[in-house]
């Protein structure tokens, strides 16, 4: 839970975090994930944890409005 500014609300709010799995370019099935995950590994650790972030979108819904915002962090590890 964090508090922060809600554009809907126009104040700050309690925030609630959402993580949802974005579909993966590699397709959907478990196998196309694991050679995904091990093109990232081989690769070396670095692009590994990028290609796990970028599986992920995070947002963050209002709980007074349920407005929900894209709070993807990705771009700092870079
Ligand atoms: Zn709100």
Same mark, same amino acid.
């Given at each position: #839970?964090?508090? @922060?500014? =809600? @554009?809907? =609300?126009?104040?700050?709010?309690?925030?609630? *975090?959402?993580?949802?799995? %974005?579909? $993966?370019?590699?397709?959907? $099935? %478990? #196998?196309?994930? +694991?050679?995904?995950f091990?093109?990232? +590994?081989f !690769? !070396?650790?670095?692009?590994?944890? !990028?290609? $796990?972030?970028?599986?992920?979108?995070?947002?963050? *819904? =209002? *709980?007074k =409005?349920?407005?929900?915002?894209?709070e993807?962090? !990705?771009?700092?590890f870079?």
């Amino acid at each position: #839970m964090a508090r @922060q500014f =809600c @554009q809907q =609300c126009e104040k700050v709010t309690e925030h609630k *975090e959402i993580v949802k799995q %974005k579909p $993966s370019k590699y397709g959907s $099935s %478990k #196998m196309e994930q +694991f050679k995904a995950f091990l093109e990232g +590994f081989f !690769g !070396g650790t670095a692009s590994a944890v !990028g290609a $796990s972030l970028d599986l992920v979108d995070r947002y963050v *819904e =209002c *709980e007074k =409005c349920q407005l929900r915002t894209l709070e993807n962090h !990705g771009e700092e590890f870079q």
